[in-house]
């Protein structure tokens, strides 16, 4: 797990087994939080089966498994340093952007069912608004019609003349007809009402934003969430910054454990060994190699 042959373990320093059961120690964590965060979002938010859930789940794990055993296998220089600790860091805010997704998944689906009530009042609203004037104009001319067919009936305006004659019954079919139109304009309205209430109302049991939301959706949900907010913003920053050191636990301990004592005895035995290969080859090349060679030969 650690990165050691356990056929050396019982020959190792003390310090070289301390820090192989801190690395041991360490490249659980991130795996755990990447297998139990990739579970979590293919289940709540892919909505797939526990199997599959727990499929991708293993990949996810295992990968960063082999992440994390390449960051400790990787020897010690300022340049691998450098590029191991930006690996791990691009792991760990990787990881730490998907945790937060499950942490924040409650302030997630708030803002986003937010989103679209606001959206679905505004475009509502906006319709409701542009049909209103069309209704209060048809009920004015259907009122100024039925006036006008009262008076004309009655005689006391129009043509003067009381009774059902010819103009009585045209502005009698005229009002009728205006009345049809502003109760198909109300009935319009009051429909477009109801479908709003409606809406409303299916949104706050089940918004469909919440369910077509994928992570960059989330990500962006939870971005404007802590954006508007300041404590969610601080929260968020320290649950951030926890989970970043969780998934970094293996680069800090590569960084802080130094050389142990099998180590140096290591580097030791290299360097021997390449100075016994560089001696070798300056005696195999050197110029008088060839005549010892025969004269050795000679006198056998």
Known sequence: MAGEDPRRIAHLHKSTLDRALAFGLAIHIPVLLWFASTFLI????FEQGP?????????????????ERLVIATPRSAWVSLGRFFLGLVVAL????????????????????????????????ARIATLQPQVDARHQIWLRAEHEAVCEATGACGSGTAGVGPIAKALRERASRLEQEYKQADAALRALREERRTRLAAIQVQPASVR??????????????????????LA?????????????????????????VDDRLELVRE??????????????????????EVLAAAFR
Do not use: N
Request: proline letters at 2%.
């Open 42 to 45: 293919c289940r709540e938010i």
């Open 236 to 260: 968020w920053g320290l649950f951030f910054v926890l989970v970043l050191c969780l998934e970094l636990l293996v680069v800090l301990a590569k960084i802080v454990f130094g050389d142990t």
């Open 94 to 125: 990787l990881g730490a952007s998907v945790i937060d997704l499950v942490i924040f998944e409650k302030e997630i689906v708030q803002h986003l069912k937010a989103q679209e009530l606001t959206r679905a009042t505004t475009d509502f609203d």
């Open 271 to 292: 360097r021997v060994s390449e100075q016994k290969a560089r001696d070798y080859q300056a005696a195999m090349t050197r110029p008088g190699r060839s005549a010892d």
């Open 212 to 233: 077509e939301a994928g992570l960059l959706g989330r990500l962006e949900a939870l971005r404007q969430y802590t954006e508007e907010r300041p404590a969610a913003l």
């Open 51 to 67: 199997l599959s859930s727990l499929a991708v789940a293993c990949c996810a794990g295992a990968l960063v498994y082999l992440v």
